[in-house]
């Protein structure tokens, strides 16, 4: 019989279950969560709407274990990508057992913040734990402020502060969230911390390459996928790199082709250390015009 990972044997008030991570666009729901897990399961960058994937990390403890789900940031949509992804954050809390609600520390609650309580948790009636995070570039003025104001705002179970940076108060959530869940076995196998696809974290690997020093527009146009991998004593993994408009490709490209290489050098190590093994980088930059609209290519990308 092959041997799964999962115990046979838990306690009986061994705990269990999923939590959703909610929050506005670049609020620190990803760096967070993978402080949590004790590896990079989600890519994270200062622009706002980097997370495109609901992506899954597992926490595990002697008594309980967390499967949390990371995901994109709640926003009004602009394009069909924008309504897809909001429509993958319903989806993600659908059957969860509890809600972390995300709002930075420097930032005061505003409308997006407001619409979230109203439009996810008021409206799913799912319950919900507050976490404020950034702590670390926030003064003691303002992150007491911003506990008071969550506290106004909603009837969460706890309200935590956080700085994922340092690490600060992160293990105390984990044990707060561990006491929410419901009894139940292990969902995963006790050395699993993702359910990612390996080619889905090569490519967000590649795009958070990407995506560091490029203009404010570009981040969005910019799309990538895992065309195919070469298993060879050095793996060759051929990628596409889809931007919207021909002017756009040079910018990825660089002067003799100097920033494509630098985005293959700085996604390269990372994604060795995904894979355990030496890989070489095959990219390619093509035109996909208006992809964030067109439903055949958004099919295609997975989205």
């Known amino acids: 019989m092959q041997d799964t990972g999962l115990l046979t044997e838990w306690p009986e008030d061994f705990r269990a279950g999923f939590v959703a991570v909610l929050g506005r666009p670049n ?17 994270t960058s200062a622009r706002p709407e980097t997370t495109r994937h609901v992506a899954r990390g597992i926490v595990h403890r002697p008594g309980f274990q967390l499967v949390l789900v990371d995901t994109p940031g709640i926003h009004r949509p602009r394009t069909l990508l924008g309504q897809r992804l909001n429509d993958r954050v319903e989806e993600a809390q659908a059957d969860v057992d509890l809600l972390v609600f995300c709002v930075p520390a420097d930032q005061e609650i505003g409308p997006g913040d407001r619409r979230i309580v109203e439009k996810q948790l008021r409206a799913n009636r799912i319950p919900a734990l507050a976490v404020v995070t950034k702590t670390d570039v926030a003064t003691p003025n303002q992150i007491a402020a911003q506990l008071l104001a969550l506290n106004e705002l909603y009837d969460f179970r706890e309200i935590v502060p956080v700085s994922a940076v340092q690490g600060k108060q992160v293990e105390l959530l984990i044990d707060l969230l561990g006491g929410l869940m419901p009894l139940s076995p292990p969902l995963y196998p006790a050395g699993q911390d993702s359910d990612e696809d390996d080619e889905v974290m090569i490519a967000e690997l590649i795009r958070e390459a990407a995506l560091e020093g490029l203009g404010q527009e570009l981040p969005h146009s910019l799309a990538v996928q895992v065309e195919e991998i070469i298993r060879d004593k050095t793996w060759r993994i051929v990628v596409n790199l889809f931007v919207e408009r021909d002017s756009q490709k040079s910018i990825i490209i660089g002067r003799k082709g100097g920033r494509l290489k630098e985005i293959g050098m700085r996604a390269r190590p990372q994604i060795e250390a995904l894979l355990n093994r030496h890989v070489y980088l095959d990219l390619h930059v093509r035109t996909a015009k208006d992809w964030q609209k067109d439903p055949k290519m958004l099919n295609r990308l997975g989205f």
């Open 27 to 43: 609020v620190g729901k990803s760096t967070l969560i993978n402080e949590m897990v004790g590896r990079k399961i989600a890519i």
